[in-house]
């Protein structure tokens, strides 16, 4: 074989083998020559752009990337190839690929020299980098905007607040700040699941803004609370008359899942230079205002006023003496007893949380559990509840005392902290008590986030050997299907059907349904708040299994329990 036919033979075989290895990239591969000639390519090259492999083979590389890649990057006048190439080498170019239907996309570009017998060719690694560019914008989008909604967030409100009050400032004009907050937007967010009330938002979002002129701004800061930002008002009364147009757009009805929900809005007003020269202080301001108008009855609006300030400083004065209430021991515990109707004998206490304020007095749980759990002081007085109420048991146990389960209200930020189920088991070992002893009340919102999660947490309680009751049963997520997919043990129907059961169809209705539910599911029913022999006839007619309520006993404070528990108490009266 002459030497020529054999150097012939080493090219075609090293072309074979350059050409498995472009096949073998995960990138398009385009070669070219130094006349900006396609040369070779690889099958995800054709798919990329759109040819067929012998539609490229001997084109001008402008073909597919029309932005002078040849020109740019390799026929530079003033400079040789090599220079060229030197400059590039590792660099990744973000250029625009050109599809054989004419249709563009981002890709980037990675370059890379190749000696031949025909020259220095380049080697061009192409990566479609669209999903990148849809994430990164993605980014952008999110940086300044609601996810949900697409209204400016919390950090464009900033922006666009400071530039029109700087604008304001300098033509001596005003600036109407507008706060909003849905009126009992959780109860429509508990009883029909996130769904419904995140379609409710956006629909809530779309009615702001199409009440808006085209220099105001509709915000979102997160939740169910807006920002309006109306700018050149020339007078008070102006902004009052927006707060009406924005109640009254809300005063239709939403359809939302062939749903027709009611909902109204809160409206704080701060005004610049009123009420303020900085965005921060108008926002306090337009806050403070909208939890006075919630405080007047919802569905109105109010104007910021000095006394708003006492009422926000109050708020957290209480958040303050909250966070110093454990240590302090100023929170306790009462334990209301349970009641089996048919046999009358207590079954189960429900441990009730209480704070003696040193100043304001005996605090019911509604004035401070909210509270609790904005500012996250909800875990440590959860665990501090959980721990007291076990040791309790234990106590009275010990003592001979007749033992009766304990039930202990759980909230949703309690029940998906991290270790939740860790710290069950961690006091229950610690105080020596049997598990079927604590029943855990669960509020229906638990249900409605991530299902295979909860689903997976609840059995890992049920596995301890804890029974599970849902709280105030009837009043939120209206799908009971999860009723039988987690297995819950008791059902507690909620106080607002039993206080008018026996007088109002409605709520006759409702309770009968829920009790007749409950026992095809093979599921106990508690009624709360039973306060007289109607209520609770009505209630034994129709097979309820347990009350619990003033009718049988007021909750009682610890020294009383034991001689309830062991009978020296009256029985209740009939």
Avoid at 98 to 118: D, Q, T, V, Y
């Amino acid at each position: 074989m002459s030497s020529s036919n054999g150097f012939q033979t080493e090219r075609k075989e090293s072309e074979a083998k350059y050409r498995g290895l472009l096949e073998a990239a995960p990138d398009g591969m385009v070669v070219v020559n130094q006349d900006g000639e396609i040369v070779l390519l690889n099958a995800r090259a054709e798919k990329q752009f759109g040819y067929r492999r012998d539609e490229l083979l001997g084109q001008k590389v402008t073909n597919i990337i029309p932005e002078g890649f040849a020109e740019r990057l390799i026929a530079d006048a003033l400079r040789t190839t090599a220079e060229a190439l030197e400059q590039q080498i590792g660099t990744g170019i973000e250029l625009c690929g050109l599809r054989k239907g004419g249709s563009e996309f981002p890709i980037e570009i990675m370059l890379s020299p190749l000696e031949s017998a025909e020259g220095i060719l380049v080697t061009a690694a192409i990566r479609d980098i669209t999903e990148r560019k849809v994430a990164e914008e993605r980014i952008r989008f999110l940086a300044y905007y609601d996810a949900l909604t697409g209204l400016p967030n919390r950090t464009l409100l900033q922006d666009r607040l400071t530039k029109a009050l700087a604008s304001a400032l300098r033509r001596k004009e005003k600036v109407a700040l507008l706060f909003l907050d849905l009126d009992r937007f959780k109860d429509i967010n508990d009883s029909f699941g996130h769904s419904v009330g995140d379609l409710l938002l956006q629909n809530v979002a779309e009615r702001f803004k199409s009440g808006v002129r085209k220099q105001d701004t509709v915000g979102r800061l997160g939740g169910d609370e807006f920002l309006i930002v109306l700018t050149n008002v020339k007078e008070i009364a102006n902004a009052s008359v927006a707060a009406e147009r924005f109640m009254h757009a809300m005063s239709a009805k939403f359809v939302i899942q062939g749903r027709s929900l009611s909902i109204s809005c809160s409206i704080g007003i701060s005004m610049f230079p009123e009420d303020g020269m900085d965005g921060e202080s108008l926002l306090r301001n337009a806050d403070a205002a909208m939890y006075s108008a919630k405080d007047s009855g919802r569905n109105n609006f109010r104007f910021f006023t000095e006394d708003m300030n006492a009422q926000a400083v109050e708020r957290v004065t209480l958040e303050n003496d909250l966070r110093q209430a454990l240590d302090k021991n100023e929170l306790f515990l009462v334990y209301q007893p349970q009641m089996n109707i048919v046999t009358g004998k207590i079954i189960g206490l429900e441990a009730l949380l209480r704070w003696q304020h040193p100043t304001l007095g005996l605090m019911p749980p509604d004035r401070f559990i909210r509270i609790a759990e904005n500012c996250g002081l909800i875990i440590p007085i959860g665990e501090w509840v959980l721990r007291t109420a076990c040791a309790q048991v234990r106590k009275w146990q010990d003592e001979g005392i007749p033992a009766v389960s304990i039930a202990i209200n759980v909230s949703t930020v309690q029940f998906r902290q991290k270790g939740f189920c860790e710290l069950i088991r961690r006091v229950v070992n610690e105080m020596g008590l049997d598990p079927q002893y604590l029943q855990l009340e669960l509020t229906e919102s638990i249900f409605l986030d991530d299902a295979d999660e909860t689903l997976s947490l609840i059995q890992k309680l049920k596995a301890m050997g804890l029974t599970l009751a849902i709280d105030d049963f009837g009043t939120g997520y209206s799908n009971f299907n999860y009723l039988r997919q987690f297995r819950i043990s008791k059902l507690k129907i909620d106080r607002s059907f039993i206080r008018d059961v026996a007088v109002n169809p409605d709520y006759v209705a409702i309770t009968t349904a829920i009790i007749s539910m409950a026992k095809s599911l093979n599921i106990k029913v508690l009624a709360e708040g039973v306060e007289d022999e109607a209520q609770m006839s009505f209630l034994r007619a129709h097979q309820c299994d347990e009350i619990q309520g003033y009718y049988f006993s007021k909750p009682l404070a610890v020294d009383k329990v034991a001689a309830k528990l062991r009978g020296h108490t009256p029985e209740p009266h009939v």
